[in-house]
């Protein structure tokens, strides 16, 4: 299993490009999850899914949108980026009643 | 009611010595409590998780204390080692729900 991937590792965009972060995971999970680590900082959830075709918006959602249309991706959208969304970007999944997460490797993004 | 308050923000330690890292919470709801290490440059991973019904859990040199009457918890690194150094995250889980509640993160560096 290749658990939770993630891609591209790396990004540089200028202000007001746009570009899709790609998530897979293998686990058959239902659950899926968008975080943003800002440097020295904690997990800020932007997104998450309970399943294919269903999102709901966490603490930090302004300026992304996502989508579910398999079990498997969950991709993260930014539309018009900015220098505040400068982060490191982490996804990740979980089954149902189960508190643990599995998280992928990342995505560095820096927005100049 | 959904906070789950970590302390330290960092810590430093000699290699060999015993960090303790601290957690809080209010929801008494809440029934699984994981820590996750995360490294420079990883994703987050869980290290050693609790349940409410014990006070104590062991794994390696990792033990969780937990104070049920008291709302907290706590992470112990018994001889602790340079490899040690990374960022530890507290959370906390309730059956049932969608989402983790992650503390803000201990950066721990274990000096040789």
């Known amino acids: 299993n290749a658990g939770v991937t993630q891609t591209p590792k790396f990004r540089i965009l200028k202000i007001g490009q746009s570009m899709t972060l790609q998530c897979a995971q293998d686990?058959?999970?239902?659950?899926m999850y968008w975080y943003r680590q800002d440097p020295g900082m904690g997990l800020k959830l932007i997104y998450y899914?309970?399943?294919?075709?269903?999102?709901d918006k966490g603490e930090v959602p302004n300026g992304y949108n996502v989508s579910r249309s398999t079990t498997e991706d969950f991709p993260l959208r930014l539309e018009l980026a900015a220098p505040s969304q400068t982060s490191v970007y982490f996804c990740?999944?979980?089954?149902?009643?189960?508190?643990?997460?599995?998280f992928g490797p990342g995505t560095r993004l820096t927005v100049t | 009611q959904q906070q789950v308050k970590q302390s330290p923000q960092s810590l430093i330690v000699q290699k060999g010595g015993i960090p303790i890292i601290n957690c809080a919470y209010e929801?008494?709801?809440?029934?699984?409590f994981p820590w996750y290490q995360q490294f420079p440059g990883k994703g987050p991973a869980l290290l050693i998780a609790?349940?409410?019904?014990?006070s104590e859990k062991k794994e390696g040199r990792f033990t969780i204390s937990f104070n049920k009457s008291a709302k907290q918890f706590s992470l112990h690194i018994m001889d602790s080692q340079p490899g040690d150094s990374a960022t530890y995250f507290c959370?906390?889980?309730?059956?049932?729900?969608?989402?983790?509640?992650f503390g803000k993160g201990t950066k721990l560096t274990v000096n040789p």
């Open positions: 929801n008494t709801a809440f029934d699984y």
């Open positions: 959370a906390a889980y309730q059956g049932g729900s969608e989402k983790l509640v």
């Open positions: 990740a999944s979980s089954q149902p009643g189960e508190g643990e997460q599995y």
């Open positions: 899914s309970v399943g294919a075709g269903i999102t």
């Open positions: 609790i349940r409410p019904d014990v």
């Open positions: 686990m058959n999970h239902n659950y």
